[in-house]
């Protein structure tokens, strides 16, 4: 089994992705975001690019949806919801579609389309999704979302993490150097929330903004057990497998 | 004063570089043999694109040239040397312009020429590297030549180690996330030139392709004082800045 890690949504390649299972970490918040929206009972979350396809799209499917998203952190203005993983209430979510557009994580998750299984991983379900994508027997390309095309330091902990983990269980790995790197960058930092939170820019930013809450929920290991699952033939990210 | 890295050779961008010290790494083995070219007494190192470019750099400057470069790790057809830093001896280089090209390093070097002052660096001069950077007192990007736009360890390896060196020196340094990340990389393999060399793509090629001097040699810490810069108005790698 071959691991592999691409360290920005730009940097994804189709030939990269060709009969893998692709994990899309956007750790601050998208990932996060998503698994506590499912978690929390949305019936799917529906990834567009930008704000306008979001509109249209909730046009289409009418009923019970909801928008959420941010650009440069804020919520979009006339969405539902921000991008914080606290917003995605069962109040707000239970039943309903999240037609969700971030500037990194839904681009990072559209980008890996071309892989044959994608899920969604982060921080809170770090374990379960490494257990999800090494039962799946394939090649596996951790793709972090970073930041407009530079590495975001907590993604790349993150999927360092989720390399350990596959390698672990994994019969035979071959780390490729991006991942056996990101493995290395694991190991001063996948212990320490606090430490990742004071030298990832995007965390420093979030706790000025006022999200420091959100911070703590991200940066938290393994509190969740879910692995949402996007389904390429209906567009949508959603718990189950077919 | 902000440090960044750059992980590969396709990703520097002129914004990146503009008004920065870039420090060019090319672990293996292009920054290692230049460094040990100029030890040798070599005059000065040309970075050309390509082979034809080679060639024809070396009819317009005439006399006392070596054509050195490699195309897959191996000698290009009809230079007088490869990539080998073993090869640079003094017998060969003494006096003489090196006209040089190579898959990575060569084209990190070019790629980078907008920054303020290029220097390079290598595992053999990183804290030579370090110091003269930081006492440049501009913004530093490590620019690592990677492997045909995919991270390389041991270059993201030697990055954090310079970044380290040069946070340790300076008076206040920032950090972006990619400057933290490779610093947190040199934590486990800094000093485990043997596990670097294990977990090195490029490194276990050139074990297996013959050339396991060239890897004990490239992955030695500190055994060079030297810092070649590259000047732009003569576009030649010398010793000495103006």
Not at 134 to 153: K, M, P, Q, T, Y
Not at 191 to 198: G, N, Q, S, V
């Amino acid at each position: 089994m071959r691991i592999d890690v691409v360290l920005t949504a730009d940097a994804v390649t189709d030939e990269a992705l060709d009969g893998a299972t692709a994990l899309v970490v956007d750790v601050l918040r998208a990932s996060t975001s998503i698994i506590a929206a499912l978690g929390n009972g949305a019936e799917g979350i529906v990834p567009v690019a930008d704000a306008d396809a979001a509109r249209r799209r909730a046009a289409i499917l009418g009923g019970r949806v909801v928008l959420a998203g941010e650009r440069r952190g804020e919520r979009i203005e006339g969405f539902d919801l921000g991008n914080s993983p606290l917003d995605f209430t069962p109040a707000r979510v239970r039943g309903r579609t999240v037609i969700m557009t971030t500037s990194n994580g839904t681009r990072a998750l559209l980008a890996s389309r071309g892989a044959e299984t994608v899920g969604i991983a982060a921080l809170v379900n770090v374990s379960a999704a490494a257990a999800w994508a090494e039962a799946a027997s394939r090649d596996v390309v951790v793709v972090c979302a970073g930041e407009r095309g530079r590495v975001s330091l907590e993604d790349q902990v993150c999927a360092g993490l989720l390399v350990g983990r596959i390698a672990a269980r994994a019969e035979r790995a071959r780390l490729t150097d991006a991942a056996a790197a990101a493995a290395g960058i694991a190991v001063p930092y996948g212990k320490d929330a606090a430490r990742l939170a004071r030298d990832s820019r995007w965390g420093r930013h979030l706790s000025r903004a006022g999200y420091a809450a959100d911070l703590a929920a991200c940066l938290s290991l393994d509190t969740s057990p879910l692995v949402p699952v996007y389904l390429r033939d209906v567009d949508k990210v959603v718990l189950r497998p077919r």
